[in-house]
Structure formats: structure tokens, C-alpha cells
């Protein structure tokens, strides 16, 4: 069976030291210089901005908005808004009535593949009818549906390979629900060491807060370590592609040890409550305490502290 190491940065000279060699941009994206800062919002240095609706947008007459949160055209193709998720708060999020109030009986412009899922829909970018949709010459791209459902916090943001040049006015606009404790956000995000809280969302879509105390490895796993007991304790799971997704933007697993994070993901059970992070936009700095998660659970947060993994 793997062992479990662990990354040792309890000593503040040994983290000073791990930062000295990290470059300034590197800094600024995982935010050490900048706290609240978002890796999504973040990308590769070798990328290029892209736009988040891209030209030509379909039309097409919403028919029907289902009890999924799906969009059926009157020619009877389904639309999927992408990177959207509920948050954990199962029927009490109000997504579909608010999707709604926006979509039904309107026309909408789009940007969806032709890909189709296994229940038949695309995944759509969709343009806010209630606002005038700008034209594509236009610098100001128009506003998303998804945008407008975020700043009311009845969503949050999935980061899906749709979205991603969408993620910074998503994540800005997540945030302006976020500080004003709008809909989810009155419970989220959860609190890392509130255990019970967590297994009541198990095969959910959430936001779990707190403070990473220790970065254990193995051959194939970065752990991201909450508590101090792993077989008990939250853990985000980095795999090969989460690895790779970070090294991406010049970071590691180990870089994130002592840092106060946000971590979205579909909850599981592995020995204890645990968020596989497949992209590094899974991952958001929260630098101050005005974005503690909410409830039971900073009791855990000395610094970098050097923590047992159960292997001793």
C-alpha cells in the first residue's frame, strides 16, 4: 500500500524560502501577494484571453424551462447551461425558477457544440435576454444567463471546459453574491472540520472552506490535508490531472499547505469527506476572515502546522 508523506512547512523561514524561488507572476496567481485571489482567474502564461460567447451565436425560442434546470427550443433541442451547480442545497435552491423568470417564452442567442450528452442536450453559453444583446463587433460582450444567476446566489460556478474563458466575470460576479450572503451563500461555503455537515451533502456539487494544514503525498496522489487525521478529515484529492492542471501555472500540491482555500467539488466519501480537484480552477485563495466558511469549523487553523497523517 502508498505511503503518505507529508509537506513540512511549518517553519515560516521554510516557507519563506519556498516562496523566494517561486517568480512574481507565480505569487500573484495562487495569491500569496494578492489574498482572494482565484486560480481560475488565473491562466496558463502562454494562454491567450478568449472570449466568452464566441461569434456566431444560434437563436432559437425557449419552449420550456424542465425541472432540471434544461432549456427546450420549440425545435425540440435541449440546452444544458453550462457551468452551473447548486451548491449542495438540494430543492431549497430556487436555480430553475430564477433560470426561468429569465428564458421562458423568450428568444435567446447561444453559443452550444454540437455534442450532445447522454440525456440529448448541448452545452450552451447563453446570452441574458433581459439585457440587449450586444453585437459581436462590439469590444463589451454581452452578459450571460449564467452571470445573472450567480450574482442573485441561487448557483454557483462548475468549471467545465465550456466556461473557462467565462470564469472571471463568472467568479466576479459569484463573488458580489458571495460578500452580500445572497441565496447559497447564506450556508456556504461549508466549513472544512464541520464533518457531519459535509456527509449530509455527499454526491453533491459544493464549496467546502477552511484551512489546508498539510500537503501529504503519494506515487499518484497529492492530498490535500483539512484535519489532522486524513482517514477522518476533509481532504481534496489531487490526481495526474489536477497535478497537471496545476503545474500548468507553474504551481504544485505543496504550494497551497497553510493556505486559507475555497474548494468546489462533488463531495464523496473516502475514509472521510473528500473533493477530487481535476482543474486548478477548482481552487480559490480566501485571504481574510470576512470569507470564513460559515458555521463550525476554523478551530483547525494554525498556519502550516506540520500535522500526523495516520502512517505514523
Known amino acids: ?3 503518505r508523506t507529508t509537506s513540512r512547512l511549518s517553519d515560516p523561514r521554510v516557507r519563506a524560502r519556498v516562496r523566494a524561488s517561486l517568480a512574481p507572476w ?3 496567481a495562487i495569491g500569496l501577494l494578492v489574498p482572494g485571489a482565484v486560480l481560475a482567474a488565473s491562466p496558463p502564461p502562454a494562454s491567450v484571453a478568449a472570449p466568452c460567447l464566441p461569434a456566431p451565436l444560434a437563436r432559437g425560442h425557449v419552449a420550456e424551462v424542465t425541472a432540471t434546470g ?3 427550443l420549440h425545435d425540440g433541442s435541449v440546452l444544458r447551461p453550462a457551468g452551473l451547480a447548486g451548491g449542495g ?3 431549497a435552491v430556487s436555480w430553475r425558477a430564477a433560470l426561468a ?3 421562458a417564452g423568450r428568444e435567446i ?3 452550444a457544440g454540437p455534442a450532445r450528452d447522454r440525456y440529448g442536450r448541448r452545452t450552451a453559453l447563453i446570452a441574458d435576454p433581459v439585457a440587449p444583446v450586444v453585437a459581436p463587433v462590439v469590444a463589451e460582450e454581452p452578459p450571460t444567463v449564467q452571470q445573472a444567476l450567480l450574482r442573485e446566489g441561487v ?4 468549471p467545465e471546459d465550456a466556461v473557462l474563458a467565462c470564469l472571471p466575470a463568472w467568479l466576479a460576479a459569484e463573488a458580489e453574491a458571495r460578500r452580500a450572503q445572497r441565496g447559497l451563500w447564506r450556508q456556504l461555503p461549508l466549513a472544512a472540520a464541520n464533518i457531519a455537515a459535509l456527509r449530509a451533502q455527499q454526491g453533491r456539487f459544493t464549496i467546502v472552506a477552511g484551512y489546508i494544514l498539510d500537503v501529504g503525498k503519494t506515487a499518484r496522489v497529492d492530498y490535500l490535508n483539512f484535519g489532522r487525521v486524513w482517514r477522518q478529515d476533509m481532504t481534496g484529492r489531487v490526481e495526474a490531472e489536477g497535478q497537471a492542471s496545476l503545474a500548468a501555472r507553474g504551481l504544485a500540491s505543496a504550494d497551497l499547505a497553510g493556505r486559507l482555500v475555497r474548494l468546489r467539488g462533488t463531495l464523496f466519501e473516502a475514509g472521510g469527506p473528500a473533493i477530487t480537484v481535476r482543474r486548478a480552477e477548482q481552487i480559490e485563495l480566501a485571504g481574510d476572515a470576512a470569507h470564513a466558511p460559515r458555521g463550525r469549523g476554523m478551530e483547525n487553523g494554525a498556519e502550516g502546522r506540520a500535522r500526523p497523517t495516520g502512517d505514523e
Open 1 to 3: 500500500m502508498a505511503t
Open 26 to 28: 507565480v505569487l500573484a
Open 70 to 72: 434544461d432549456l427546450v
Open 89 to 91: 442545497a438540494g430543492k
Open 101 to 103: 423568470g429569465r428564458v
Open 109 to 111: 442567442a447561444f453559443a
Open 155 to 158: 448557483a454557483v460556478v462548475r
